[in-house]
């Protein structure tokens, strides 16, 4: 019996560890990063007007 609940005591993981947290906020501000770099990049305001030029000109054209 005492075996029984030490077991299922190891299997009762509830949420994040320290660490766990962590490397999540790491990953999740290094992401956040990048697409703040790719929406306020030059490039990707020049797709943007181009695709919306050509949609304009289908539609009008």
């Known amino acids: 019996m005492k075996r029984f ?3 299922s005591a ?3 993981e509830n949420g994040m560890t320290t660490a766990e947290y ?3 906020t790491c990953a999740a501000a290094g992401l ?3 697409l703040l ?5 030059t490039q990707l305001a020049d797709l943007i007007v181009s ?4 949609a ?6």
């Open 51 to 54: 695709i919306i030029k050509q």
């Open 10 to 12: 190891l299997q009762d």
């Open 22 to 24: 962590a490397v999540g």
């Open 5 to 7: 609940s030490i077991i």
């Open 37 to 41: 770099k790719i929406l306020t990049s």
């Open 56 to 61: 304009f000109n289908f539609l009008i054209g």
């Open 32 to 34: 956040g990063g990048l």
